[in-house]
């Protein structure tokens, strides 16, 4: 089925739709953007990997499929198991160890992955970072195994090398409230000139129904040096860590809630919420309604300490419980809901949404809210922003529904650019490359149908490529 | 940034995609119509503009920015203020007088509109109604509203000018229940040949809700002199108020409605809540159910004289209370619901839907039911006909996502041309040129790929552009 | 308005983009599937037509226009009576019964399909079946029925001569879960070698709700020879049905449910509900409640007896009252509702979703849910697969936004190929031929603008138009 020397090549006009006189417009447009630096507002790269200047990926397994639940979901969809691509197990049972193994398996099943966005991101880091020159196949498997083992031991694969070769401006990670952020304390100790910047996460202590609460408010107890034994008190442990993420150079805040409900609670009735949630007894309706004053209330902090506020609504996470329970989450399993912004955001958006000093910027799972509510609201709130396409909809298609959905009626100034989003670090490049691609191709058609012209062709390419990630998240 | 000296063009076959021979097909499909009439049956133009023959649209600022909130709420999610463009405070606060401050300030901010739907009609606007040869930047801001204000005091700027200019065969106004349409009854008087129409909107005197509804109550009884003291007398007064419209030439009726509810209530039913809002009392459940009760009652209404009937549901008004508050209402803040009509207009077609006599027109802001429910519903139901593209999705993707999606189920000749919908007088050319083109491109397409032939084609144009919207409306 | 001799042609290269490159690939992908047999997993095809070898057809009108609720909900639509078109009435009321008059009128009406899946499904079995090569016009009408009745007297028109001529590797009937299946024994008896088999449709058995329900479970117990007096009896009997529908080939199970709702009731719910509704006293929610648990107990049953389930949610049946008590059920006015997949079917999924020997096969009307719910359950899932688009959505557009919207998260391989799910068995073979060109041109695209190789692309086509069907299916 395979030809075994069947090569790999990424031809320089990909991406761009098939008309001759569009596709000169865009490869112009692409030309103006492909050597500007990654702005990579929004990730979960683990800031380990630059806390150690020799940090070493591992395996090419390690590197590149077991940090992917991109990757792992497709083969479990297919009847693969998750032991058998050596994820481990909560009960520590056994998984395969064999790397070659894994390898070889998530080679056999590569052709689940032709025409999704997973096989240009790979297809991409396989030539341009490893240069493998063929394509990934069960013949050639272990050939591209040993020349990426190979590449992974030199010191221009180490993390800091690539960040520097990715031309990375600045990447944030994605952080617990929590979190005592020592690695990015050490980097910045290590005088090592990459920026990297923290994210302030407060997700697992806001969620009242997390079995984890309690334990999670201690812990915040204990890195704020502040009792959190009240809501008062809370809102000041609250402000003490923003206040620390910002000194270690955050710019933003991330919250992940299944919806974007919001409601005001006076003082009292957040106070009875939480000191039930204290009591392990916070139910449903109640925790919900907990949830959704504290997005109001990081929207007063955020006017407060300038972080730019995002929100990640309508996952929900963990579909599937006994993966779950054996594997733990982010397995793939996250499945979205519909999702309804204006009703549920406008408590939030009359108290706060008219002020200068806010940055509110939306995410999505749910694309019918593109036109009917998400670019309305940016379209006329000055606090709303709306973030590029989220998790299953940064594909090719994806981001055209994207622009041809949001930009007539939000405006391609009420948008902030792209948001990798990622785990897998050696995929950034390739993300930010589908983006920029896919953005000249869309507006090379605005060009070639006569909306715009070419002057205005060159400031937009621009925007979207760099300069409005840089300008709303203030980097 | 920008070239001061850039100029304003537009091109033969703008909004074609750019495959060669589908343009080809396109331009001549465009050609057929491009200089049909605009019949344009639903509009919020000023039909003062015609009452009196020598009326002046004031300045550049007064005629293209203040009555248009597509291009001010644009700017007011970028952080400008209303004050700052001129709107007028209800409370009398300062606002900007300057008109050529306004202007420059626009012109300034005009880059905010590229590829969106306002930049293509103001761009048609200046350069084929003004003639002006250079794009609007901030270098050109003022020679550009020197231009246009000379234009403006020249014979052929007074509105009935353009109306003919325009080759408008019909323009619908949008009229309060209670209008007494003065204006229309001078235009009548005034033996001008332009036919200009009133629209019967009850929405004042139907919405319990409204702060608002008892003082249109007693305005009913006095333009009707039926004492309006209960549901019989109310009806009554409707239907008096429909038969003047009609003297004076209306078509049709429109409802705007937050849900498209409908439900039958008995007489007796019916009276106890509108005594209920007599007294101030209506609650919420009760005023949709009477709100639902009274499109079936619009519909009986219509079977019986024949007006077409046109919803427009879906629009969360005043999203913004504190912009309300300062400025009123349609300031750019009304935002789109998801919105349900299989089983909320169940009723209303069951007992109505059947009937020859009912022409009931579909508008929508959530583009989800466009495939789903509307399509399917104007595909089985005689009664139901689909309006074009509304407010956000009067746009080139809008208008041929609408194409796209709604054509194949409903057949074309379910739905009903254009309406451009508009305050803005002088955009109504554009709109119309964008929609015909838009038609164009998709027929084309429809012809190159093999689904029908010229022939079909040249008819199909024809319909879209001008016959079905004159069909629809017996205009 | 119409030319008389206007000439009915089927372009080589029709449904294919317009970029002559692409073009040029997707015939050739196209010319390596267009002579592969047809593969149909889910139809409406009566087997009455395969049972008897000398069935015929009847008239023209017979075969075309009578069997397809597509037609005559267009007609009726636009005002024409379904008595007008020989529909005939439940009451026995007069309907027309000239076949040539009722063929007149259609032609007359037939440039109501413009742009629409009928009219080219329609055009290539004139075409390509009999042989038409006029326009169906008002003026060619008589002519072309006349040609299409002499090709009918003629054996070569016998439905087993055209399931061998359309190449029809299998074709699967859809048959009620009380039905004996005499036609499908006859044609087993016969000798014939046309594979033809059952699917088996609970929905009349398990619908508490309906009308007809206790009569349906009086027939139950008739045909399966197990008294069905109480919850678990009832079970026996549907396993015993479903084995018998396998001794005949079944390979698969169907259901059609207002909701994709599901919830496992414990045993004596079951039976209490059962019982409730055995003295006819069901309620809505206990209805609701009844046939969630049953999809559960179906997709049970499915891995113990290895048929594969499909589900065909989100059809609000029988919109039309008034029509559907004249002349019945499918008669054009089942309308589409919002459909909800990722809370609806969680228990379901959470019990048997990760069972290797599950096959469940989700249908919508609701596009919205593609790229927000069904891919990413399908994604994910071993167990569930996504059918091709059903019914309004089974359209050139429709399949276009099928493969945009759902391969890039589920990936091809969690697709099952193509359903042509039709009751005019004549336009099963232009129903592939749209579903395989559409597939060509979207393959095409991605080759075009270098997602994929050509081998891939060859693949692909394959898989898409032919293979995914049988292995899905196990045929």
């Not at 150079?249 to 009735?269: C, H, I, N, R």
């Not at 709306?386 to 909809?393: C, G, N, Q, R, V």
Request: aromatic share 10%; proline share 6%.
């Amino acid at each position: 089925m395979n030809n075994p020397m069947a090569k790999l090549t990424l031809a320089p006009d990909r991406y761009f739709g098939p008309d001759p006189r569009q596709k000169e417009i865009a490869l112009d447009l692409y030309g103006l953007v492909s050597h500007l630096p990654l702005v990579c507002p929004h990730g979960h790269v683990d800031p380990r990997l630059f806390a150690d200047p020799d940090y070493s990926f591992g395996t090419p397994t390690d590197l590149l499929i077991l940090p992917d639940h991109y990757l792992f979901r497709m083969l479990y969809s297919q009847g693969i198991s998750l032991e058998s691509l050596g994820l481990p197990r909560r009960d520590q049972g056994p998984v395969e160890t064999d790397h070659r193994k894994i390898w070889q398996l998530f080679a056999d099943q590569f052709y689940l992955f032709r025409g999704t966005p997973s096989s240009l991101w790979l297809n991409h880091e396989l030539h341009d970072i490893f240069g493998v020159q063929e394509k990934l196949t069960s013949a050639s498997a272990q050939r591209i195994y040993d020349l990426i083992a190979a590449q992974l031991t030199r010191p221009e694969f180490r993390p800091r090398a690539l960040f520097e070769r990715f031309h990375i401006e600045v990447l944030c990670s994605t952080d617990s409230a929590t979190d005592t952020l020592e690695d990015h304390r050490a980097i910045r100790l290590s005088g090592w000139g990459g920026r990297l910047i923290p994210t302030f996460r407060p997700d697992a202590v806001i969620n009242l129904e997390s079995p984890d609460w309690r334990a999670q408010i201690r812990a915040l107890s204990t890195v704020s040096g502040i009792e959190v034994n009240g809501y008062r008190a809370y809102l000041q442990a609250l402000e003490q860590r923003r206040a620390y993420f910002k000194s270690l150079g955050a710019v933003a805040t991330d919250q992940a809630s299944l919806t974007p409900y919001t409601e005001a609670l006076s003082a009292a009735e957040a106070e009875t919420i939480f000191q039930s949630g204290l009591r392990g007894e916070a139910a449903g309706a109640e925790a919900a309604r907990f949830t959704g004053h504290m997005l109001m209330e990081m929207a007063r902090m955020s006017i407060e300490d300038g972080l730019v506020m995002q929100l990640h609504p309508g996952s929900y996470r963990n579909h599937n419980p006994s993966l779950c329970e054996a594997f733990g989450p982010d397995m793939g399993a996250d499945i979205p809901i519909a999702t309804e912004y204006t009703r549920n955001l406008r408590p939030l958006l009359n108290k706060y949404g008219n002020h200068p000093g806010l940055t509110l910027i939306l995410f999505t799972l749910d694309e019918g809210a593109y036109t009917r509510e998400l670019a309305p609201l940016a379209g006329h709130y000055p606090a709303v922003k709306l973030a590029s396409p989220w998790w299953f909809h940064d594909s090719l298609n994806g981001i055209a529904r994207f622009f041809d959905q949001v930009m007539e009626t939000a405006g391609l100034y009420n948008t902030v650019g792209f948001h990798d989003d990622t785990r897998a670090f050696c995929s950034i490049p390739a993300r930010h490359d589908v983006w920029r691609r896919a953005a000249a191709n869309w507006i090379a058609g605005l060009v070639a149908r006569g909306l715009i012209d070419q002057e205005d062709a060159a400031e937009m390419i621009q925007d979207v490529a760099y300069r409005l990630a840089k300008r709303a998240y203030k980097l």
